[in-house]
């Protein structure tokens, strides 16, 4: 009998775990789950014979190795820093491991090994990194068989709150992990446009964001995200003008949330605050530097009514007691307050965007395509952004299992057509579907 072990079971895995469970049945496989509270699945499925839970610490070596030991894949959606716990066991005992990360420079250290083992670790197999690669490298194929010339390709990306439960002016809701909303464009990017290259710091990410039009939901602003060049080769887009890779948000969240950035509220580092008892305008005082809180904030935000209208809306001013306790950067005391003023009620649902931007020559005539995707949650459990991170894993994990998908060792990310294709058409097949345009 076939043990899929997964490790994480956040906001990201309801749509993975209910896949799992469904082919389980069918193929006679056990889905394993690690994590620190299993309650939620056990109240939400019951007693299931193909399933078992463990509250097994990632941090022990024993558990965790015997699990990896005896399992035939490995899923991990446990926070990127942590994959390569797992994945060092997983090239231990030659299993096969599927994330939706980035993947980082200790795991593509693991290349070659992994390849004399003839062990597949799949990273970049979620949404953004993920879906995004499959759906580019689709049109990409298709357009070098119409022996087409791309000279232009931009991918954007955003989870959003969908129009209908949109009911805050930053016009967003939390649907994924409420840090990597704070963290969002840390990373800072590079990309390339018009034949210049850009590197853009994390303190200047969200200024001056351009924007797309979205049919039926309208303008969005996007800010670049990451290093788009190191996808270069990836997509053999060896000789295109631009490319770039970026997110999604809305035009108001982009001109805030820059304040937040230049205020240091994001900051992960430096100060750390005992908050018990400590309130908000103390905080913000002190970050400021400043005895008079409104007044700095009018020279801040000066003519910039619609940002001001948006921090204001956060109560950041306000003389509640934080109380999340001791050592709390400001980061964290910036989630503390998002995750409640973002918060997704029961009924909300969030949407997903994506959208590809390609130009290209054939036969001498420039051609400008766009596809795109938009997917909507079900509510705050079954969101759209679950199912767009989970449904690829899972799928692929099928794929392995039942062998459709044999052959492929090492270190990657979905960018070959033995991969994209099957992924590509079980998700349409679960409405996950690309519309394309010839503008």
């Known amino acids: 009998m076939k043990k899929i072990l997964l490790f994480g079971a956040g906001k990201s895995s309801s749509f993975l775990i209910k896949y799992l469970i469904q082919h389980a049945a069918e193929n006679n496989w056990v889905v394993q789950i690690v994590d620190q509270n299993t309650k939620h699945i056990q109240d939400k499925y019951g007693v299931v014979n193909h399933l078992q839970l463990f ?31 797992v994945a060092k066991d997983c090239l231990l005992y030659a299993k096969n491991l599927i994330t939706a990360s980035y993947v980082s420079d200790e795991i593509k250290a693991m290349d070659a090994e992994l390849k004399e083992k003839k062990v597949l670790f799949m990273c970049e197999m979620g949404l953004d990194p993920g879906i995004d690669h499959m759906s580019a490298m689709k049109i990409i194929d298709e357009i070098a068989k119409e022996n087409g010339e791309i000279f232009e390709f931009k991918s954007h990306c955003g989870g959003l709150v969908a129009p209908e439960s949109d009911t805050n002016p930053w016009h967003y809701k939390i649907s994924w992990n409420p840090r990597n909303v704070i963290t969002a464009g840390a990373a800072g990017a590079h990309f390339l446009l018009n034949k210049q290259e850009y590197k853009i710091d994390y303190p200047q990410i969200f200024k001056n964001n351009q924007t797309i039009q979205v049919n039926g939901i309208g303008q969005l602003a996007y800010y670049p995200n990451r290093d788009s060049l190191s996808y270069q080769a990836l997509y053999d887009l060896k000789n295109v003008d631009t490319l770039e890779r970026t997110t999604l948000r809305y035009p108001a969240y982009s001109a805030a949330w820059q304040y937040i950035i230049d205020m240091g509220l994001t900051n992960e580092k430096g100060k750390l605050y005992d908050t018990e008892n400590l309130t908000f305008e ?34 950041l001013t306000s003389r509640q007691f934080i109380n999340i306790g001791t050592q709390k950067s400001n980061a964290d005391i910036l989630q503390s ?23 290209y020559r054939k036969a001498g005539k420039a051609t400008y395509l766009k596809s795109t995707l938009i997917v909507k949650g079900e509510d705050k459990t079954y969101t ?19 062998e459709k998908v044999t052959a492929l060792y090492g270190v990657n990310i979905p960018v070959m057509q033995k991969v994209y294709a099957p992924v590509l058409q079980e998700l349409v097949e679960q409405g996950i579907i690309f519309e394309e345009e010839i503008v």
Do not use: C
């Not at 801040?300 to 940002?307: C, T």
């Not at 307050?337 to 931007?357: A, G, L, N």
């Not at 759209?384 to 039942?402: D, E, N, Q, W």
């Open 384 to 402: 759209a952004m679950a199912k767009t991170v989970g449904l690829p894993m899972a799928i692929l994990a099928k794929l392995i299992l039942t």
């Open 337 to 359: 307050v998002i995750e409640q003023k973002w918060k997704m009620q029961d009924t909300d649902k969030d949407m997903i965007v994506m959208q590809h931007e390609f130009k």
């Open 282 to 315: 103390a905080w913000l005082q002190d970050v400021l530097q400043t005895n008079n809180v409104a007044e700095k904030l009018n020279s801040i935000f000066g003519n910039d009514a619609v940002s001001q209208k948006l921090f204001d809306y956060l109560d």
């Open 55 to 85: 509250t097994t610490d990632v941090f022990n070596n024993a558990e965790r190795a015997e699990l990896i030991q005896h399992a035939e894949l490995v899923i991990s959606l446990l926070p990127p820093s942590l994959h390569i716990v």
